[in-house]
């Protein structure tokens, strides 16, 4: 497994590296200052907390689970994109795969 971030401390702290290493988990960084590096990701992240985070304030994290979860489904099969064309990833990715041939 990999796990790529931007170099901001909380990801370069002895605890967060030390706890990937222990994992077995690659250590993927972004160049510094490079925020192109992740722009969609950024994009992604800013709608999560927009449109689902900042708008309940969960009691529990199993609440926060299931509302992130609930709002990924969401994202992913109903909500249009612009930049898709106003489809949804999942009609976006699906329309992309080839056909099968018949025997």
Do not use: C
């Amino acid at each position: 497994e990999i796990m790529n971030t931007d170099q901001g401390s909380q990801f370069t702290s002895q605890a967060f590296t030390g706890l990937l290493k222990d994992n077995d988990i690659q250590i993927s960084m972004d160049g510094k200052g490079a925020w192109r590096d992740n722009v969609f990701v950024e994009r992604l992240w800013r709608s999560v907390k927009y449109e689902e985070v900042y708008l309940h304030a969960y009691d529990t994290v199993s609440a926060a689970k299931a509302g992130l979860d609930r709002y990924f489904r969401f994202y992913n099969s109903r909500r249009p994109h612009s930049s898709l064309d106003r489809k949804t990833p999942n009609q976006y990715y699906y329309e992309s795969l080839p056909l099968p041939m018949a025997a």
